[in-house]
């Protein structure tokens, strides 16, 4: 009984001091650039075409024969996110269909031994972000179509695939992610993918443990679309704010205790999709990002490269209108926290130190906003924009902020209120 209460305690996972300044610090960036980039990029069909089209592995794996990115440019990806206010990237380093977009000893299927390409964009983006003051997290998929130790699709018997060999495959996955985490400058976080296919003993506890061996500031995060394992350092949501299972995804999705965070697409595909024209306005990413961060959670806007490295113009074009508002209007974004008042029919509220903002982004049909269980006294109100006086009466039910004769912004129009 002793000795299982000891192993019992040594898999509770205690975050370090650094790990617990890298989530504040991560709370605090609410903005940032997911990207799919992948051999998939090529069939401009997103980056489920392997699955979707049911191309044979042994046929798909020939797009890495004539993958060759001359146009990619990590200094541009990185003031790409840098000038649309984006504090962080996410990027595949490894998607589902088994593909490495880095130099890897574990595999030969990578883009540095595997393609004409020959060079390792990712250690190009990671030294690009260190230079650029930018945060570096990986994508990771646990999920593989294509190795035999996987073996996608095979009967689970024991908490394990039973035409396979699980054991190779936890010791491939652990190979990788010590060469992301050691090899690569600057990475604060490992975002995986993929534990929905299959109901197995994912080694989560061999797994977890030692990316923190690695670095214990490493921040970890599973989009497994269920309330957060032991071992994890924040909670993903998918195309959904926390709380909405608007996609069917986050049924499960109890909120727990960690930061939180939020990715979408710009259009309707992870990764380049030539036929998705879909593409999300300014002002619906604007929303979303405020919408977030009343939420208390981080925004991750995700836009799929071009196969040969560019970023379309459209993603572009929108982004900076997108960080010419982030700019003018972040104190009320960064650094902040979910005040805690629920979303209203006209806005959020978000948070920082004594001081609240008031995001008004469908105007309500008085002319004032009423805010509810409002904490301690306001003892001023001001457009966030020039700093003019707002007309507020408090209440013991709660505060009316007026907005006659108030200069609105036809995104946001945000007002602080400061209080005791």
Known sequence: MLLGAVRAGAQTYTPTTDNLAARQNFQDMKFGLFIHWGIYSE??????????????????????????????????????????????????????????????????????????????????????????????????????????????????????????DWDSYISFMKAQLTELITKYPGVKGIWFDGHWERDVNWHYDEIYGLIHKLNPAILVGNNHHLEPKEGEDFQMFEKDLPGANTTGFSGKSKIGALPLETCETINNSWGFNITDRSFKSSKRIIHYLVNAAGLNANFLLNIGPMPNGKIQPEFTDTLAVVGAWVQKNGEAIYGTRGSGIPAQPWGVITQKDKNLYVHVMTAPQQPYVFIPQLKGKVTKAALLADGSAVKFKQQTEGVFVYLSGVATDPNDTIIKLTTN
């Open 43 to 164: 069939l401009g069909a997103g980056e489920w075409v392997m699955n979707e089209k049911h191309i044979p592995y042994d046929s798909y794996k020939r797009l890495a024969d004539f993958f060759n990115p001359q146009a990619f440019n990590a200094h541009d990806w990185v003031m790409f996110a840098k000038k649309a206010g984006m504090k962080y990237i996410t990027v595949t380093s490894r998607h589902h269909d088994g593909f490495s977009m880095f130099g890897t000893k574990a595999s030969p299927y990578n883009i540095v031994d595997a393609t004409p390409y020959h060079k390792d964009p990712l250690m190009e983006l990671a030294q690009e972000c260190v230079k650029e003051g930018i945060e570096l997290h990986f994508y990771y998929s646990l999920l593989d179509w294509g190795r035999k130790d996987y073996a996608y699709g095979s009967p689970i018997v024991d908490g394990k695939p039973a035409n396979g």
